[in-house]
Each structure stands twice: as C-alpha cells, then as structure tokens.
C-alpha cells in the first residue's frame, strides 16, 4: 500500500479565504505531482517538483502555489480562494529505480468546495 | 502532444466474464504506462506498470500488454466481479523531456452482478 497522505480530505469554505492543501510521501520519492479533477472528468496536471526547492508548473492553469522544502512534503497554497477552485486534488509521487520511473502512487485526495 | 484515447468509454457485464479495456496513444517514445482504477471521489490505485521494454505484466486476474509500435495497451480482466465496477485510467510517461505523464479519460467499468 502506498504511503501517500492527504489532509483534509474535505474542505468547504468561503471565497477569499487562504487554504493550504497538505501532501506529504513517507517513500522517499523525488517526484511529487498535483492533479485536478472535475467529477467525471480527466486529470490535469498543476503542479510538480523534482525534488527539493524545485517546483514546476503543469499543463493547466492554475493560481495555487506550491513549496518543497523537504523531500516528503509538498503542500500547495490557495491566496484566495473561488468558486472556480471546487474541485477534487490529487496528489502523487513517484521514484527512479534501476534506471526506470517507478510506480506513481496516489494520495486519497481532498475534495475542496468554495462556497 | 502526446494524447491517449481509451475505448470504451463506459462499459457493462454480468458478472463472471472476461473482458477487455483498451488504451491507445499517439507518441510512441514512452518510458512506461500504467493502469489505474479509481473509485467514485477516491484516489487512484495502481495495478499493473509497464515499462517501455517489456510487453506485459500480470497480477492476479489482471493482464496488461504493451505495444508500442502501434501505439496501444490493453487490460484483461479474467472472471470479472461487482468488486471490479470503478473507471479504470491508463497512463502513459513520455521518454524525453521532463518525462511528463498523460492521463488517458478512462474506462467506466461495471459490473453486473
């Protein structure tokens, strides 16, 4: 079983508010990954890290931030939140292990709602 | 642009028979793919990973096959159970640059019991 957690699992709150979403891998793994998924839809990438103060920006838009201070951690920050901002994200990590990327393991998510 | 297509979308058996989830994609440099399933509101879970040298990989009723010359992947589910309904997602990470991860748009399994 992958040793990936999320918290919260669910948030509800009001638009403005500054809400910080916790990842964090007890792994060991270098690559960390943010996805957001509408109900029944695809997956989106926001957000990924390589490994410690490196953090790049995915394929969708997004105004949340992230950190990665250290290698199991890696939260991401909403300044102010929306009502566009509801939706389910998920976060992943995965390794390198002889010579190939293993596995990419995912948390359990947090479903947020902006009211 | 990698793109990744899966066909069925939707998809439904009565219990007990063996069934075929297929996973195409444009590029074919990949370094490997992996089958997910997700739960309504949940994460994913891995199932089977192949990497890009390999052809298949097997666990338990599950059996995932890799061709990458033509581009396509398939998941054979043997003796399929109510347990099994979920979607099932295949992914595919590509070989060169920051060796991003394209998610195909799933395959909603259920089934009948």
């Known amino acids: 079983e992958a040793d990936i957690y999320q918290t919260p699992r669910y948030l509800v709150i009001g638009t403005g508010k500054k809400i910080t979403l916790e990842c964090s891998q007890t792994m060991g793994h270098d690559k960390m990954y943010w996805y957001q998924q509408d109900p029944g839809m695809e997956l989106h990438l926001i957000h990924y890290?390589?490994?410690?103060?490196?953090?790049e920006k995915g394929d969708l838009s997004s105004e949340s931030t992230v950190s990665r201070i250290r290698t199991e951690h890696f939260p991401l920050t909403l300044e102010s939140a929306r009502p566009s901002h509801t939706s389910q994200y998920l976060c992943?990590?995965?390794?390198?292990?002889?010579?190939?990327?293993?596995?990419?393991?995912f948390g359990p998510g947090t479903r947020l709602t902006v009211l | 642009k990698q793109e990744v297509t899966q066909i069925p979308a939707a998809l439904s058996v009565p219990e007990g028979e063996n069934l075929v989830l297929n996973c195409s994609f444009t590029?074919?440099?990949?370094?490997?793919l992996q089958w997910f399933r997700q739960d309504p509101g949940k994460g994913l879970t891995s199932l089977l990973l192949i990497q890009s040298s390999q052809r298949e990989q097997t666990s338990g009723r599950l059996n995932a096959s890799l061709d990458k010359s033509s581009g396509r992947s398939t998941l054979y589910i043997a003796a399929s159970q109510p347990g099994d309904s979920a979607t099932y997602l295949c992914?595919?990470?590509?070989?060169?640059?920051?060796?991003?991860?394209?998610f195909g748009t799933g395959t909603k399994l259920q089934v009948i019991p």
């Open positions: 992943a990590s995965s390794a390198m292990a002889g010579g190939f990327y293993n596995e990419q393991f």
């Open positions: 992914a595919v990470r590509d070989s060169g640059g920051y060796q991003k991860v394209t």
């Open positions: 590029d074919s440099a990949i370094y490997n």
């Open positions: 890290s390589y490994g410690v103060n490196s953090t």
